[in-house]
């Protein structure tokens, strides 16, 4: 094993320690249990609400989500944008909850009752304008979320392209009368 590979598997174990007694200290705060919330009450939702007849396809959507989510929230904490205090869990780097859970959920619904282009574009842009401008700043003010080099408006557009791509994505794969 090389020296540089050494050093840093060393700083790895350092680092995960110091993550693994952050979290055992913010165990069971508000800010914990709000994360748990927010990771089983959108999916109790959307049980509820879903069209089960279109399950498949809108859950192909979710995923598709989800994993551009957490792969650009990922992305994000490794260049410095952003960090998060609290974590559920904490093998997590990124917000799980959020991408795995309420992100995912709320296009879902988007995507199942807007189904034509215009008002799915307008609803879409709801969404955005919500996540970026109240949820994120809402996480900001529970202190889950610290902002380093973003700014909440940089979200905005993310969002839409996220819901915009994936419906395209998924019209293609599927033909546009298959949902």
């Known amino acids: 094993m090389n020296q540089a590979f050494a050093e840093q598997m060393k700083l790895q174990d350092k680092y995960f320690g110091q993550i693994y007694e952050t979290w055992l200290i913010n165990l ?3 800010q914990w249990w709000a994360l748990l919330l927010v990771f089983i009450i959108p999916w109790v939702i959307w049980w509820k609400l879903v069209d089960k007849n279109k399950i498949t396809a809108i859950l192909c959507y979710g995923l598709i989500v989800s994993i551009l989510s957490s792969g650009l929230d990922e992305a994000g904490h490794a260049l410095h944008l952003w960090a998060y205090k609290y ?28 189904t034509r282009w215009k008002e799915f574009i307008i609803a879409t842009t709801i969404m955005a304008a919500c996540l970026a401008f109240i949820g994120e700043p809402f996480l900001d003010w529970l202190d889950i979320y610290k902002r380093f080099k973003w700014e909440y408006i940089y979200s905005f557009p993310i969002y839409i392209a996220i819901a915009v791509s994936v419906k395209l994505l998924l019209g293609l794969i599927t033909g546009p009368n298959k949902r």
Do not use: A, H
């Open 28 to 30: 069971f705060t508000i």
């Open 87 to 114: 974590r559920l869990v904490p093998l997590c780097v990124e917000l799980k909850p959020t991408n795995v859970s309420l992100i995912p959920v709320i296009y879902m619904l988007v995507y199942q009752y807007f």
